[in-house]
């Protein structure tokens, strides 16, 4: 979920922005020349399968794949999801200039947070990695609807029932993302193990 | 003319934002019990027009009746996809699954076939195209040439009434082309195939028709073992370049 | 035919030939004062600068009208909520339903605001083709690493979106079609991740690549910007601008 | 054998985690001043080969030569990588930068000349192809036979000594495939081409060789005019099946 430009207040967009310069700088340390490619190619990736509409009743969800993004890049998802929402702001205006910051920080901390907690699950194969999996995909989104949350309510006490209501939008896009997230693990379980190599990287 | 499989008639075409159309007031029929072979230069239009045919793209103006039916909507095109189908030129794009199974198994499930009876088709599908043994593979470790055998295997397995084969041999070894020629040639149905390669085309179709802005010139079949002729001078005639 | 298009880059106007790097700076300027900004003078008159502007810059007024009207879903749901759950004087009632005067001013400020940003960012920003935005950005200073990541991602972006399309069809041909159930989600899932496994060998091709050509470790660019007359120009006009918005919003008075 | 370009001797190579390697006790040479065809069924190798030759890969055992000297440490192929020139299967893998004479400067920027030097060879090496006025062409916007062309300017702007080859003219045309044929026999270095088109090697090299699991089968040079046989013949010799 985007916040637009010209909702949140000045001290929280300047938040956002500071964090997302560090988390930045984090994850840009841990590109060598040799990453640049594959988080770049990675990141074109998700920018694309987020383009899939996937039904839910009478409506289309975007996919967001922040936690299966975290899996596979770790703080590197910063960067890659940094470029992501920028080029979103330009070639869609989805999001915004202001607003990049905030924006990033509540789908890549998502993304860095659930990459720590469930590596541990994920590193036992068969239903631990399942269950990790699933959890990482669900937890993710859920994350990213709580800071979404927290940024509007941060800016003023006026906005209290709007964030609740985003929160409940964001229910069933945590469910189709916990099992998107589970069917792309195991597909590249069975495809790609290599690609799935950071989670066993201490 | 309204036992004819395919017909395409006056059909307009551009890509969106394309400076100029691809086809214009193009017409094509595909008698039923043929095997046709498409040809052109790059570019001319041999994969678009398998795509209209399959309601991928929809022409501006223009009918196609397939089946002998008119065909307008997307739900036309649905039932068309059922009966007819599409190799596509890069075997890459047609498979997704994890595993071969899975794959050849997707087309009977969709056609709304109980899992048990899909697995069993897409087994037998694959018994009849040597591919046995293969079942638990991984799509994406495949060769090449077994990728294209695969794709062609998702296909056949929705028993389809006719099939279009887009360059079907693009990046095949000489083996696996030959294996290719036998199952075509053992193949019962209609098919229509678009290629740049003579010799292959020598040993699948006895007539090769030349895909023009206008229409698809039709080279007559000649008589006698040597059909190579058809399918070479139809290259050389005057195409649309770029 | 793609999904991914970059609508307003193209152009000669005035607009389209003015240095990047000055109009990346000049809208980064514009946006922070509009975000900060409270003031409903303020905002009137970012919103008639970035009108401006849009007239200068030539921009298909429709595409830009049909962006616009994408991006304020948003907005049009806090019109929704905001007026109605908003502390203040009772403008209208309907049932247990109030709106406030207050909430409906705060709502209009955020739209506004909204609106003008978005405007610039189209007019000043998106007027760029990517690629040079990325070398523009290097030439600004940024992190060598992030502008390739930019102009990377952005190059194969289009190969993603060609062979997801194609996908697509191929799931298309082989009578899909998309439901509420798990059949639905695990073909999507297979979708991204198929198209993440292509993106992940690719990239092992083209750093391989990119070592055959001799890469080590520095990006040189080529590209070169030439500062001219008419980016001084454009430059004090926006600098002597953004002061009467400052003015506007901190050393008047409140209008609203 | 000490004036062979390449010699590959006993080379060992498995992919990490693959069941049995592409490569045992293999031995492969290239004599100077020859342009040789490089044939054999998908999957047996032949894209391995070239990406060890360019120490994209390294071998678990046996030695690479190139122009005479050993090379095993990454040193070693950064130099290699200066002299010989690799064209990679697919041009979108080899097109990364976004501009085309931005891609085709990369090259020359790298081996330390000035940018003014290397624009100049860039434009240089673009003339000689055919491709003046594309330097500003968005590379992901050309055409498939383009971006082939491009790709090859690119490695050519390096100013190469040796050419390898991947399967240049996949899904090329006629005429971009004359096109290509024209500018290789117009080049004065050595070159070795991977192909399954037989009419391409015909026309671009004497010799064709066979790769197989433990060596290269090389296939003499025929004289007169019809060296089509020595390829044909090649490509019916027993090949490691997949
Ligand atoms: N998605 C697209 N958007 C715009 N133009 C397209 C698109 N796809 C194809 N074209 C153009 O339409 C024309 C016909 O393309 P098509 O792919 O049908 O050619 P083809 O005959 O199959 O060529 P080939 O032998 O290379 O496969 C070409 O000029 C091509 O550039
Ligand atoms: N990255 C990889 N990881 C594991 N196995 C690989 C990888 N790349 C190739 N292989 C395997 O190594 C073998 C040789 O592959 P290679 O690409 O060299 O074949 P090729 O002769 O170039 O085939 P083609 O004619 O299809 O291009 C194949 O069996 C292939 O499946
Ligand atoms: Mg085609
Ligand atoms: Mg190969």
């Not at chain 1, 239903?127 to 937890?139: L, M, N, V």
């Not at chain 2, 079942?135 to 056949?156: H, N, Q």
Request: net charge neutral; aromatic share 10%.
């Amino acid at each position: 979920m985007h916040i637009s430009e010209g909702v949140l207040s000045p001290a929280v967009l300047a938040g956002g922005a500071v964090l997302t310069v560090v988390g930045t700088a984090v994850g840009l340390k841990k590109v060598d020349y040799e990453a640049i490619p594959r988080v770049a190619i990675l990141s074109a990736a998700f920018f694309v399968a987020s383009l899939i509409h996937v039904p839910l009743g009478p409506v289309g969800l975007h996919l967001v794949l922040n936690g299966l993004m975290g899996l596979l890049l770790g703080w590197m998802a910063v960067p890659a999801i940094l470029i992501a929402l920028f080029l979103q702001a330009l070639l869609f205006q989805f999001g915004g200039l202001t607003v990049l910051g905030v924006n990033t920080v509540t789908m890549a901390a998502p993304a860095v947070l659930c990459f720590y907690a469930y590596r541990g699950l994920l590193r036992h194969p068969g239903t631990p990695a399942a269950i990790g999996a699933f959890a990482c995909g669900f937890s993710a989104v859920l994350l990213s609807g709580l800071l979404v949350a927290l940024a509007l309510i941060s800016t003023g006490q006026a906005f209290l029932e709007v964030a609740q209501l985003v929160l409940l939008a964001h229910i069933p896009i945590m469910i189709i993302e916990g099992i998107i997230t589970l069917f792309i693990y195991l597909f590249l379980q069975k495809v790609r193990p290599e690609m799935l190599e950071g989670i066993y990287a201490s | 003319m309204s036992d004819a499989l395919i017909v395409l008639e006056n059909i307009t075409f551009a890509y969106p934002g394309a400076f100029r159309p691809v086809f214009q007031d193009f017409n094509f029929q595909l008698p039923p019990g043929h095997h046709l072979g498409l040809i052109g230069p790059n570019g001319c239009g041999k994969t678009t027009l398998l795509h209209l045919i399959m309601g991928l793209l929809r022409p501006q103006a223009g009918s196609i009746f397939i089946f002998g039916k008119e065909v307008r909507k997307e739900k036309d095109f649905v039932a068309v996809r059922q009966k007819v189908g599409l190799l596509f030129q890069n075997a890459d794009d047609q498979l997704f699954c994890p595993t071969v199974i899975e794959d050849v198994a997707f087309g009977p499930l969709n056609q709304g076939k109980p899992p048990a009876e899909a697995l069993w088709i897409a087994r037998e599908t694959m018994d009849r195209l040597g591919l046995s043994g293969f079942e638990d593979r991984i799509t994406y470790k495949l060769s090449g040439g077994e990728k294209k055998l695969v794709s062609l295997a998702t296909v056949l397995a929705m028993q389809p009434q006719l099939l279009l084969l887009d360059e079907p041999t693009t990046g095949l070894d000489e083996n696996t082309k030959q294996r290719l020629i036998h199952i075509l040639q053992d193949l019962e149905i209609s098919y229509l195939i678009v290629s740049h390669e003579h010799d292959f085309l020598n040993h699948t179709v006895r007539e090769c028709c030349h895909v023009h802005g206008h229409c698809c010139q039709p080279l007559p079949p000649r008589p006698g073992k040597e059909p190579v002729s058809t399918c070479k001078k139809a290259v050389s005639a005057p195409g649309k370049e770029y | 035919m793609s999904a991914i298009q970059e609508p307003f880059s193209e152009g000669q106007s005035l607009v389209h030939r003015l240095d990047p790097r000055g109009k990346i700076g000049v809208a980064a300027l514009f946006a922070v004062l509009l975000a900060t900004a409270n003031n409903y003078a303020t905002i009137l008159t970012g919103l008639a600068l970035s009108l401006v502007c849009l007239a200068l810059a030539g921009l298909p007024l429709r595409k830009v009208a049909a962006r616009l009207l994408v991006v304020n879903s948003f907005i049009f749901f806090l019109w929704l909520v905001l007026p109605l759950t908003y502390p203040g004087d009772v403008v209208w009632e309907l049932g247990p339903l109030s709106a406030s005067r207050q909430g409906l001013l705060f709502t209009g400020l955020i739209t506004l605001k909204s609106n003008a940003i978005i405007i610039i960012l189209i007019t000043l920003v998106a007027t760029v083709p990517v690629i040079t935005l990325g070398q523009a950005l290097q030439n600004l200073r940024l992190p060598d690493k992030l502008c390739h990541l930019l102009l990377f991602t952005y190059r194969y972006l289009y190969v993603f979106e060609e062979e997801f399309h194609r996908l697509l069809q191929a799931l298309k041909i082989r009578g899909f079609q998309p439901r509420t159930n798990l059949h639905t989600y695990r073909t999507y899932a297979y979708l991204a991740a198929m198209l993440l496994v292509r993106s992940y060998d690719r990239a092992d091709n083209v750093y391989r690549a990119m070592l055959c050509r001799g890469f080590n470790g520095t990006f040189y660019s080529l590209k070169t910007f030439s500062w001219q007359r008419q980016d001084h120009s454009f430059l004090a006009a926006s600098l002597l601008a953004a002061a009467a918005l400052g003015y506007l919003e901190w050393l008047q008075p409140s209008l609203g």
